[in-house]
């Protein structure tokens, strides 16, 4: 169960990771500004005119200020759906692969796009009517997107968003995509990122913003921090107590046995090939555990992304390196939780323990 | 008894020297200042009531267990002094128990290997060296079976094919045929007879069996610890 559980959760936490990660790069987003300190994306509070300036740092093709807020839909049905307000004409909103309906323009005030997997959820055709935040909106289309991440998603106009949140004039974060040759340069995108965090107001004030790439922007937020330190810390409680039950099983089969290590010793085996004995058995039941749990991991995560109640926003990632650790960690159980039984096994007198019943 | 071999001017494989065993827990003294030898190619029978030490004194000489006071030689060697008395039990002590105490997961094949693992053998050597003690005692044709498929006789046999595996120049017993019918405890006693005979088997059994003993070349009496004279 322990590596059932070091499967699944470790899995989801990189699935939101990895699965954010893609939606930026889908989007052509390489850099991100936000407030020099801020790691949560929706507390951060920028002025959207920052955009205007960042604009003209040499290397920045454009940029699309985003205000991002969690919301609930459906009747509180769907919770912590991603809200995105983006300009209509902004690179982000331009990149959305709309299938049904057609894009925002600015005259659809109150109107929104909604993710495939989120519209099939609510179950909202384009023309729909949805309430967000007590507020009512038409559906004017729905997108596809590149992941289960980005298709549970829903954009509106930004001034609407900004409206709704009541923070005029805000953006949580200023999303940056760079020209080509600049892209492609680590020393000119690090020059460009000086640049905006150089960036002063009209006061010659500076702007105190932070721009980084879209991937450490993602690694370093708090939320896919939380869900991976959520994740890590149950498995490790998992873990131990995975060990505690690996142990009490081996200490229960040393004492059940402990005539027959009896008279193992009695033939002359050494105390040392009957402590690898035991620790060779609690390694192998470690890794036809280790074997069980994986798959079973893997089935639950399926079952779980899959699960109605999930509404699809998680997608699972079982990487080779989840599947190695797991295992890695179950054999290390298992030699922890063998240590003492063998240990008992070692010290056992083959003349008490041949009389023993 | 049976003396159609002389032991007299063979130096003594086993020789105990005022040994005593106190157990402190029961304030037990199992054993008190025995003295005996037992010499090489000797058939030694150990009889004695319930309790009067005669296990005790089978671990003392199998190394299972060591002396209060007083000191065991094996081959001239003080076994306190031994650093390796499994290397001891493996290759110059042979077990047989009452009970048999064959792993009961294992083959008769496989069973008769396990003293093995502790030697220089390859796998291959183990294998062939089982098959040849489970034809010295008649059981070819049971090798691939479970203790529990065979009867009480035939894994008493196995437990002495296991016993031999590592060739030792000792065989002690403890109550060989104590769980076995008459005539399948005749067929070890035979079998010892012929180790005794023909290989020159050192044999020393626990038993409280006049016609086990009745087999042996010497009986010795134990009683309250002590070694006494024969009995009639």
């Known amino acids: ?357 | 008894m049976n003396d159609s071999l002389s032991n007299v001017e063979r130096p003594a494989l086993l020789r105990v020297e005022h040994v005593s065993r106190l157990y402190p827990d029961g304030n037990v003294t199992a054993l008190c200042d025995v003295s005996l030898s037992v010499r090489s190619g000797e058939y030694l029978a150990i009889m004695g009531p319930s309790g009067s030490g005669k296990s005790t004194l089978l671990n003392l000489l199998g190394a299972l267990d060591v002396p209060t006071s007083g000191e065991v030689y094996l081959d001239g060697q003080p076994l306190s002094t031994c650093r390796h008395l499994a290397a001891v039990r493996a290759h110059r002590i042979g077990f047989v128990f009452q009970s048999f105490h064959l792993l009961p997961t294992l083959t008769a094949w496989e069973n008769v290997q396990v003293p093995m693992f502790e030697g220089a053998r390859t796998c291959r050597q183990r294998g062939q060296r089982a098959s040849d003690l489970l034809a010295l005692v008649g059981l070819t044709d049971r090798a691939c079976h479970l203790p529990a498929q065979l009867s009480v006789g035939q894994r008493q046999r196995v437990a002495i094919a296991r016993a031999l595996a590592n060739d030792p120049p000792l065989l002690l017993a403890d109550e060989p045929t104590g769980n076995l019918d008459s005539q399948s405890g005749a067929a070890v006693l035979d079998l010892f007879d012929t180790l005794h005979r023909k290989n020159g088997l050192t044999l020393v059994v626990i038993t409280h069996s006049q016609e086990v003993a009745s087999r042996a070349q010497r009986v010795l009496w134990i009683r309250d610890g002590r070694v006494t004279l024969p009995q009639e």
Do not use: C
Not at chain 1, 211 to 216: H, L
Not at chain 1, 244 to 266: D, F, K, Y
Not at chain 1, 310 to 321: A, C, D, F, Q
């Open chain 1, 1 to 357: 169960m322990a590596v059932a559980t070091t499967v699944a959760l470790v899995g989801f936490s990189r699935g939101l990771e990895h699965s954010t990660i893609e939606v930026y790069q889908a989007h052509g987003i390489d850099l991100v500004a936000v407030r020099t300190g801020v790691t949560q994306q929706n507390t951060s509070s920028l002025n959207e005119s920052a955009g205007d300036r960042i604009r003209r740092v040499p290397g920045v093709r454009d940029v699309n200020p985003s205000q991002t807020d969690l919301v609930s839909l459906g009747d509180g049905g769907l919770v912590g759906i991603p809200l995105h307000g983006w300009p209509v004409d902004g690179f982000a909103m331009q990149s959305l692969s709309v299938t049904e309906g057609r894009r925002l323009t600015d005259g659809d005030q109150w109107g929104v796009l909604l993710g495939a997997g989120l519209a099939a959820s609510l179950d909202k055709p384009v023309g729909g009517e949805l309430e967000i935040e007590s507020q009512k909106f038409k559906v004017v289309g729905i997108f596809t997107g590149l992941n289960v991440y980005e298709n549970m998603t829903a954009v509106a106009r930004l001034i609407d968003v900004q409206q709704l949140m009541d923070r005029p004039g805000q953006v949580t974060e200023l999303q940056i995509a760079l020209d080509g040759a600049t892209a492609g340069d680590a020393a000119a995108v690090a020059e460009v990122r000086r640049a905006i965090e150089a960036v002063r107001d009209e006061q010659g004030q500076k702007l105190g913003l932070s721009a980084v790439p879209a991937r450490q922007y993602v690694e370093s937020s708090t939320e896919v921090g939380l869900a991976r330190a959520m994740a890590w810390g149950t498995t490790a409680l998992a873990l131990v107590i995975g060990s505690l039950q690996l142990l009490n099983t081996m200490l229960m089969s040393v004492i059940e046995r402990i005539q027959e290590i009896g008279v193992l010793v009695a033939l002359g085996w050494r105390t040392s090939r009957v402590v690898r004995m035991v620790l060779y058995e609690a390694l192998a039941l470690s890794a036809v555990g280790a074997t069980v749990g994986i798959v079973l991991g893997v089935l639950l995560v399926r079952w779980l992304s899959s699960a109605a109640w999930m509404g699809g926003l998680l997608r699972p990632e079982v990487s080779p390196e989840v599947l190695l650790a797991s295992l890695v960690v179950a054999l290390v159980m298992g030699a922890v939780g063998g240590s003492y039984p063998a240990w008992r096994a070692a010290r056992l007198s083959a003349a008490q323990a041949l009389r023993y019943e």
